[in-house]
C-alpha cells in the first residue's frame, strides 16, 4: 500500500490522473480542474503506521472545490475503502 501511494502523489504532483480515471472515469468532478492547476497543488506523501497518507493544499479557491468534488467522486465510488482518517 505504502509503495502504490507513494508512486500515486508523485503522479498527482505532476498533473497525472491517470490511475483514477482509468477507475472512475475521464469525467470524474473536480478532474479538469486538478489536471490544469498540478503546478499550483502541493501533494505531500507520508508513510504511517497503519498505511499511508497522500495530503493535499492548495491556495486557490476554484482548486481547492475541485479538490472536495474529486475526493467527494472517490468516497462515493469507495465507499468504506475510502477514509479520511
Partial sequence: MQEHLR???A??????FADPMALHGHAMPGL????AGAARIDVA??????GA????????PA??????RWFEAQ???HG?????R
Fill in 45 to 50: 506523501y507520508s508513510g504511517r503506521r497503519d
Fill in 11 to 16: 503522479r498527482f504532483a505532476r498533473g497525472d
Fill in 32 to 35: 479538469a480542474e486538478l489536471k
Fill in 53 to 60: 497518507a497522500i495530503r493535499y493544499r492548495a491556495a486557490e
Fill in 75 to 77: 468516497v462515493l465510488d
Fill in 7 to 9: 508512486e500515486e502523489a
Fill in 63 to 68: 482548486l481547492v472545490a475541485g479538490l472536495h
Fill in 80 to 84: 468504506q475503502d475510502a477514509s479520511g
